[in-house]
């Protein structure tokens, strides 16, 4: 398995822009994670899915921040309109379940840079 | 309310001395813990993981860590350090959802 797949592996953009992070999941993993990750605050978590579905959002930061996932293959990030202040690493995770016994797989992250 | 507290932000070693990093957790229920690591410029990979069955949980790269109920930690030690464990190491605790420690940074001297 190529495990969690980020794309892009580095995005720089200007302010204002809308960017938009991609993830693919490794296969039959039924939930799916965002994470940011800053000096300031640590790794947050942004939101999670189960089986597509969007289960807590609660991490988002602002209506600027939106997820998808249109089916159990690819999941994306945007921001729109993006700031300097979101300049993060941003991980994607996925497991078969939360807790218990599994351990989540993370992707490589996508480094963000907005100017 | 689940959480984590990762005692030390950095502690730094001697290669070929023992490493300990210190967790303290705080759970409701009976937890799932784990440690990952993170080296520069990467992702974040599993060392460990407790799931409430041995207490001493033994991890990749000669790591290991000991769940102590009574004492609410999950400190992850190494025997022997080796310059290829400079890295950050995340304490986390799993609910639902994984919330992570602040993390330690660890250095390795020659």
């Known amino acids: 398995d190529a495990g969690v797949i980020q794309s892009p592996r580095h995005e720089v953009t200007e302010m204002g822009q809308e960017v938009t992070l991609r993830c693919k999941p490794i296969s039959g993993h039924d939930y799916l994670f965002w994470y940011r990750q800053t000096m300031m605050r640590g790794l947050e978590l942004l939101i999670y899915f189960n089986n597509n579905v969007p289960i807590d959002d609660s991490g988002m930061p602002e209506d600027r921040f939106s997820a998808k996932m249109p089916n159990a293959s690819f999941s994306t990030l945007k921001i729109q309109p993006s700031e300097p202040r979101d300049s993060a690493v941003y991980f994607c995770a996925s497991s078969f379940k939360p807790g218990d016994n599994y351990g989540y797989t993370f992707g490589s992250g996508t480094r963000l840079t907005v100017v | 309310a689940q959480s984590v507290t990762q005692l030390d932000s950095h502690v730094s070693v001697s290669e070929g001395t023992p490493v300990l990093l210190r967790c303290n957790y705080s759970?409701?229920?009976?937890?799932?813990l784990f440690w990952y690591v993170q080296h520069p410029n990467k992702g974040l990979q599993l060392l460990l993981k407790?799931?409430?069955?041995?207490?001493l949980v033994k991890g990749i790269n000669g790591f290991e860590a000991e769940f102590k109920k009574s004492e609410t930690s999950f400190h992850l030690t190494k025997p022997s350090a080796h310059m290829s464990d400079a890295a950050e190491y995340f304490c986390?605790?799993?609910?639902?959802?994984?919330?992570f420690g602040a993390g330690t940074r660890l250095a390795v001297h020659p």
């Open positions: 986390v605790v799993s609910y639902n959802k994984l919330i």
């Open positions: 759970s409701s229920y009976s937890p799932s």
């Open positions: 407790y799931t409430s069955a041995a207490t």
